[in-house]
């Protein structure tokens, strides 16, 4: 059973445009989400964090947004730059500290 | 320089003998974590630990153990009984900030191949 879902396996966005990445949950009693960035053979590169107190965080070009009713956070890129092409992972960490992964979103800009 | 630092980078081994990966970190943070990548796959959770001297099991522990007997140290041991020891092998470690911020910093990963 998945808790964390990502449901666009890829996406394509135009150089300057605004990437939106998506990201579902299930458990309502996880405490922090998180976006990382990926290259192949290489590890996860930490983006942004929010808190389930928050709704938005904002960093530089990366916007996170939750939504706990529907459980959905987005992360939004802009604008968007070639060297933002990689996969993305969303993560969910329970008050455990277990941390669990969706699969990815593989992000391609476009020149 | 603060970090996570996994070795060996590439990793051979035959079917049925024991390996033990390395991870180490300096950034003085008490959560580590061990997940693996399969092509096509998300990060599956192996193990994780909050404390020194104690860690609990992840989504896909069998054939898997680890020990943290030391604060920056995280050691997974891949045995014989996993039966698809080959993937690509993460460490992380993570901190909460004054209860704000949390993050989550990953090592550059070993890719196992067991023939």
């Known amino acids: 059973d998945q808790q964390v879902k990502q449901n666009s396996p890829s996406l394509s966005v135009q150089e300057g445009r605004i990437s939106i990445l998506n990201c579902d949950y299930t458990?309502?009693?996880?405490?922090?989400f998180l976006w990382y960035k990926k290259y192949p053979a290489e590890g996860p590169t930490f983006l942004i964090s929010i808190s389930s107190i928050k709704d938005k965080n904002e960093d530089g070009r990366f916007t996170v947004f939750l939504n706990k009713s529907a459980k959905h956070l987005s992360l939004h890129i802009v604008p968007s730059q070639p060297g933002d092409s990689a996969v993305y992972f969303c993560a969910a960490r329970g008050r455990d500290d277990k941390i669990i992964f969706g699969k990815g979103t593989r992000l391609h800009i476009l020149p | 320089d603060g970090g996570i630092t996994q070795s060996p980078k590439y990793l051979f081994r035959k079917e049925g003998q024991n390996v033990t990966l390395s991870c180490e970190q300096n950034?003085?943070?008490?959560?580590m974590y061990w997940y693996r990548q399969d092509p096509g796959q998300g990060l599956r959770l192996i193990y994780y630990s909050q404390i020194v001297n104690d860690f609990q099991k992840g989504d896909i522990a069998e054939g898997y153990s680890v020990s943290r007997e030391k604060k920056e140290s995280f050691p997974l041991t891949v045995t014989s009984a996993q039966k698809n020891p080959t993937a690509f092998y993460l460490c992380?470690?993570?901190?909460?900030?004054?209860?704000?911020?949390?993050?989550?910093?990953f090592g550059p990963g070993t890719r196992l191949t067991v023939t």
């Open positions: 458990n309502s009693m996880f405490d922090y």
């Open positions: 992380a470690s993570s901190i909460r900030w004054q209860g704000k911020r949390y993050e989550q910093y």
């Open positions: 950034l003085n943070h008490d959560a």
